[in-house]
Structure formats: structure tokens, C-alpha cells
């Protein structure tokens, strides 16, 4: 079974310059969430599907971050423009829809350096 | 709010020792606690959980984990260390109160160093 897939896997951009990251969840798991891991630092959620639906984007700053699952599969968040703090890994993960309890499926992240 | 603690930036332990690594929690009511461990340019791979029942919980590659209400801990242990276990180790709860809520509040990150 493959996993959750993101790309690119790291990104160098300048100040002010828009950049887009893609994931691709386990197939059938209809929750998806993308957490930003700044250095030496522990995952923090950004934003969290339900299908199509973001359920839960209150710590996602909107003033420069999007994010979409229109099909209810893949996503894609964007951050536009990019500032030099943005710099961290941005990592997707999945989960099923049974259960809920919590066991989250992470792909290998996408690292992004702001010069 | 919930939250997590781990208090050690880093673990050094010899190989074939046993090995500990700290977690104190914080959240309302009865947690659901995780560890995930990292390795590097990886993703986080989940290791064990608890939700409720044995206060000892078994997970992958031979770590257990100990669930200490009155301590309000979490402790990931393993008997005997191997170097491959050498790797960044996170703590996670997820507050249950929260209906619906499947979002995991990660500590700061223990990275362990198994020593050959």
C-alpha cells in the first residue's frame, strides 16, 4: 500500500515569491491534515480536512497561506507571498475514517529554506 | 488546552542498554497519548498509543510505553537500546473531550543517540 506522497521534497525560494506543496494521502483515508515542524521543534497543525471540508484551520495564517482539497483526495497548500520565518518542513498526513483514535500516517515532508 | 512535555533535548545511552524517554502531558479529562519517532529526512512513523485500559502499552521495534495518571506521564522505554533506534522520539496527545477532533498536540522532540 503506498503512503501519504508529497512534493517537492525541499524548495528554496526568495522572500516574496509564491510556492505551492502537494499531497497526496493514503487511499481512503478522508482526513487530512498539513502541519508545519519549524526546526528543532515539534509538529504544529496548520489545517485539517474532512473530505473536501476544512474543519479546523485556526492556526493557519490566512493573510498568506491557502489551502485546498477539492476532490476530497489530494491537497495542495500555498503560501504566497513567502516570508523568511515560513522557512520549515511542511508535512502531510492522513487518516481513516474509523475509529478516530488518533494514529496519524505522515509522508516525508516538504522542506522549504526562504532566502 | 492541551500539551505536552518533554523535558530532555537529548538522550545518550549505550547499546544494549535500556533507554527512557520522558513525556509529561497536560489536557483535560482522560488523554489519548502517542509517540511517533523520526528519522532523518523522514517522515514521523507512529510507535505506540494509548487510549485506555493496560497503563503498559507495547508498540513497534520493542518499545513500551507507561501511562502514569497520577504523574500525568507517559515514559517511552525499551529494554535493551540498538543503534538503529538512534532517531528523533515525539510525544503527542490528543484531547478526547474535543468530539470529532483527530488533532495530535506534539511535544518539542527528544532526539535519542545510541551509542555503539
Known amino acids: 500500500e503506498a503512503g501519504v506522497v508529497q512534493s517537492p521534497r525541499y524548495k528554496i525560494i526568495e522572500k516574496k515569491q509564491p510556492v505551492a506543496f502537494w499531497c497526496n494521502p493514503i487511499?481512503?483515508?478522508?482526513?487530512l491534515y498539513w502541519y508545519r515542524q519549524n526546526l528543532g521543534q515539534g509538529p504544529e497543525l496548520l489545517i485539517r480536512?474532512?473530505?473536501?471540508?476544512?474543519?479546523?484551520d485556526s492556526q493557519l495564517p490566512k493573510d498568506r497561506f491557502s489551502a485546498e482539497r477539492l476532490k476530497g483526495v489530494d491537497s495542495t497548500l500555498k503560501i504566497q507571498p513567502a516570508e523568511l520565518g515560513d522557512s520549515a518542513v511542511y508535512l502531510c498526513a492522513s487518516s481513516p475514517p474509523v475509529l478516530n483514535t488518533g494514529e496519524l500516517f505522515f509522508g516525508e515532508g516538504s522542506r522549504l529554506t526562504v532566502l | 488546552a492541551q500539551s505536552v512535555a518533554q523535558p530532555e533535548d537529548q538522550v545518550n545511552v549505550a547499546e544494549g542498554n535500556p533507554l527512557t524517554v520522558k513525556c509529561t502531558y497536560s489536557?483535560?479529562?482522560?488523554?489519548?497519548l502517542f509517540w511517533y519517532v523520526q528519522y532523518p529526512n523522514r517522515g514521523l512513523q507512529f510507535l505506540l498509543k494509548y487510549i485506555t485500559g493496560d497503563n503498559l502499552v507495547k508498540g513497534s521495534y520493542g518499545f513500551e510505553a507507561e501511562f502514569n495518571k497520577s504523574q500525568t506521564s507517559f515514559h517511552l522505554k525499551k529494554p535493551s537500546a540498538l543503534v538503529s533506534d538512534s532517531a528523533l522520539y515525539f510525544c503527542a496527545v490528543r484531547d478526547p473531550s474535543r468530539a470529532g477532533a483527530n488533532n495530535l498536540f506534539f511535544g518539542t522532540g527528544t532526539r535519542l543517540t545510541v551509542i555503539p
Open positions: 487511499s481512503g483515508h478522508n482526513t
Open positions: 489536557v483535560s479529562g482522560n488523554p489519548y
Open positions: 480536512y474532512e473530505n473536501e471540508e476544512a474543519v479546523d
